[in-house]
């Protein structure tokens, strides 16, 4: 079977350098097995994202090099056209019996989940009763999540190695639709992958958990699941940060002011293990060579020059 990856970015403002690491590990990993690419627009949330974030960023690839198969302009690409595809697969799920409304706040819902995350392994609104239900949808309207089974999900990541995880215990039911009828990322990008035709997904590790809720939900909706995974390192600051969007020196608009789109590749090659040093170098030569096994697991430390906006070689 033929590969077909994909890059799926949200436009919520500027690519930045870490972006750009995980969007040249998955196109180099599809173009290496001579594969296809889809280029998904994930802008579920019409409060950050921005149409003209997601045309710069395509802008942005075409700079870099790094092109693609199917999506980018296309409306059928954007998450935000696939409304009645979530839908659908919303249905589905009720139909089995495997939602329920939640009126729990977000306060609470924080209180009562793990390490702050908004996933706690017991709800109380699932033991409500159809009279309780109906009192509480007159004050508010409802967030609606999936109940999951009490069963361990387990697959093996192609950078990651074996991962398991207890549905019940590790990760409780979870939201898929909120009050004001947002759609989760966890059933938009099952239902998208599926019908895009997705066989091999590459992200950052810290999608890594995410992976067996998606997993399920590919079985609970009779749907063929992508058959590789690749979750790569983050690029971090040298004190732990994660970088994002803020920071500014590492976006598209100041990089591409400090370097030619060969400077870039090579420092973000040699981030990503494939080459001794940051010399120039274009996507298709790096393609050609690109080795999984040369990919560092661990999250990675950026040059402190470079989170000064300075170039890190002349």
Not at 106 to 130: I, N, W
Not at 180 to 207: E, F, I, N, P, S
Not at 284 to 305: K, N, Y
Request: hydrophobic share 40%; with cysteine.
């Amino acid at each position: 079977m033929a590969v077909k990856g994909r890059f799926a970015p949200s436009p919520s403002g500027r690519m930045h350098l870490g972006n750009l690491f995980s969007a040249l590990l998955a196109w180099l990993s599809v173009r290496h097995e001579g594969g296809s690419l889809v280029l998904r627009i994930e802008d579920l949330d019409p409060d950050r994202c921005r149409p003209e974030y997601a045309l710069q960023l395509m802008e942005d690839l075409r700079w870099l090099g790094l092109d693609w198969d199917e999506g980018g302009e296309e409306p059928a690409y954007w998450q935000s056209h696939r409304e009645e595809h979530y839908l659908a697969a919303f249905e589905a799920l009720k139909a089995g019996g495997l939602l329920y409304p939640c009126f729990c706040t977000r306060q609470q819902r924080l209180a009562e989940a793990p390490h702050g995350h908004e996933v706690s392994p017991s709800c109380p609104c699932v033991h409500l009763t159809a009279e309780e239900i109906s009192k509480k949808s007159t004050q508010r309207p409802p967030n609606w999540k999936v109940r999951v089974p009490d069963r361990a999900i387990s697959f093996s990541d192609g950078l990651q190695g074996a991962y398991s995880q207890n549905m019940t215990a590790q990760c409780g039911d979870f939201p898929i639709r909120r009050w004001d009828g947002a759609w989760a990322y966890q059933l938009a990008v099952v239902v998208d992958d599926a019908a895009m035709g997705v066989t091999q997904v590459v992200r950052g590790r810290d999608l890594l958990s995410s992976t067996p809720r998606q997993l399920w939900l590919y079985e609970a909706l009779g749907l063929t699941p992508p058959t590789a995974f690749y979750h790569v390192p983050l690029l971090v600051a040298p004190d732990g940060r994660r970088l994002a969007k803020r920071d500014a020196d590492l976006d598209m608009g100041a990089l591409r002011q400090r370097y030619k789109p060969e400077e870039l590749l090579g420092l973000l090659a040699q981030l990503a293990g494939q080459r001794d040093t940051p010399a120039p170098v274009t996507a298709r030569e790096l393609a050609q060579t690109f080795d999984w096994s040369r990919v560092p697991r661990q999250d990675i430390p950026v040059d402190g020059a470079l989170l000064c906006g300075k170039k890190v070689f002349s």
